[in-house]
């Protein structure tokens, strides 16, 4: 069987991600498609707009045939640590054949020159990163215009560091700096990214984007929001997002917990907050001094952004807080190697034959169910489960109806199975 793998928000689900996927499959041949996912929380450091379980429905019923969850950690982490974690999933099946990312540039060898270049760092390059971080640049400004430096000195050109002014590319870089770390035998594709940007806000006629799709959801009622976006989601994804909302459990966005991520810094100590993610000297000061005077989630993020801490990172700080993800608990799971298990979410037919064919082979547990593993003694499972569990327990306090608000759900919850037999790929 060959076999692709995909690494994935769906948040929610559009065209150009479906795209994405049936252009994978084809450009490789695949008999199978498997997505890593992020769970509950984005690499945004925001709430997916509807839960995980949702958005591996969308993804199994536009043709993927394997969705595994990429733990929180990862999932809500900078561009290298999500990319590594999906990567080591991936590469821990055993039986994954290609790696398939979408990017502005379309240019795969440009891409893995620079990721030789930062997965090796020479003294040079490090020399000129060190001195624009001393500028007060934020960590990806001061990379790019590093490596940009570094490229015009040792080539007389700079032409490959365009690359790293755009989402899918940084990405793409950290995909194939994994890879290398890895020393995986995955093979990388590209496919140029079709429609608007990533962090576009406005929506383009049929590739739009998800940020786009998710400010339409944020400032419409869901019946008006649903004639704007109808045109930007397959059928079926539309399907699953208005069951959701029907069913009030979204749209969750994160203005819905700026009171507890208030509260929690208000008070909590100085210390306290310095055990944070992302955390440097000083910025728990920061952090106390915006709660005292704002009143919002997005008051508080405004009070806390700046040049040197992006609104992004700092997304990542609160939310980290919010779920209960300290520095020391994020240099464990990375001491253990990345993700410590294989969660499925969900399913069809081929990705099950696939599941049976690894079994036994890979080198970590793969959790159909979760509360089987709850008091593992596998390095890193159960502490990683644990905060997975956590992290939706907060996650559903987002939800409109309390009926769905009860805690737990990580534990009790089925994988996604569908039954794609009769429309057979």
Request: proline share 3%; net charge positive.
């Amino acid at each position: 069987m060959k076999v692709v793998g995909i690494v994935a928000e769906y948040n929610p689900l559009h065209y150009g991600h479906l795209y994405h996927l049936r252009s994978a499959r084809m450009v490789t041949g695949a008999d199978c498609v498997v997505i890593v996912m992020s769970g509950n929380y984005t690499q945004r450091g925001e709430p997916a707009v509807v839960n995980k379980w949702a958005r591996a429905e969308m993804a199994l019923l536009a043709g993927a045939d394997l969705v595994i969850e990429l733990p929180v950690a990862y999932a809500m982490g900078s561009a290298e640590y999500f990319a590594f974690g999906a990567v080591r999933l991936l590469d821990s099946l055993g039986a994954v054949d290609f790696i398939c990312f979408g990017s502005e540039s379309g240019n795969i060898e440009g891409l893995k020159a620079i990721a030789s270049i930062l997965a090796d760092e020479p003294e040079e390059y490090k020399i000129l990163l060190k001195e624009q971080l001393s500028a007060g640049h934020s960590f990806p400004a001061a990379r790019q215009r590093a490596l940009s430096a570094y490229l015009w000195g040792k080539f007389g050109k700079d032409s490959l560091t365009r690359m790293m002014k755009s989402s899918n590319d940084i990405l793409g870089v950290e995909y194939l700096k994994a890879l290398l770390r890895l020393e995986s035998s995955i093979q990388p594709l590209t496919i140029n990214r079709v429609g608007s940007s990533y962090n576009s806000t406005e929506l383009s006629a049929k590739f739009s984007s998800a940020t786009s799709i998710r400010k339409i959801l944020s400032v419409n009622q869901w019946k008006c929001a649903k004639k704007l976006i109808e045109s930007s989601m397959p059928t079926e994804s539309l399907s699953v997002l208005e069951r959701e909302i029907e069913l009030g459990r979204g749209p969750v966005f994160p203005a819905l917990f700026g009171s507890a991520i208030i509260s929690l810094i208000r008070r909590m100590s100085a210390d306290e907050l310095r055990s944070l993610p992302y955390m440097e000297a000083g910025l728990e000061n920061r952090l106390k001094l915006a709660a005292d005077k704002s009143g919002t989630y997005e008051e508080l993020v405004n009070n806390i952004t700046t040049r040197r801490y992006t609104a992004t990172r700092v997304q990542r700080i609160l939310f980290s807080l919010l779920i209960g993800l300290d520095s020391r608990k994020f240099e464990f799971f990375n001491s253990v190697g990345g993700p410590a298990y294989i969660r499925i979410l969900g399913f069809n037919r081929t990705g099950r034959r696939l599941l049976s064919s690894i079994r036994g082979k890979t080198d970590l547990p793969i959790i159909t169910k979760t509360a089987d593993f709850k008091a593992s003694d596998i390095p890193g499972v159960s502490e990683m489960l644990a905060l997975e569990s956590n992290a939706t327990n907060q996650f559903v306090l987002g939800y409109e109806n309390p009926y769905f608000r009860t805690s737990g759900s990580d534990f009790t919850h089925n994988v996604i199975y569908i039954d794609t037999s009769t429309k057979d790929k």
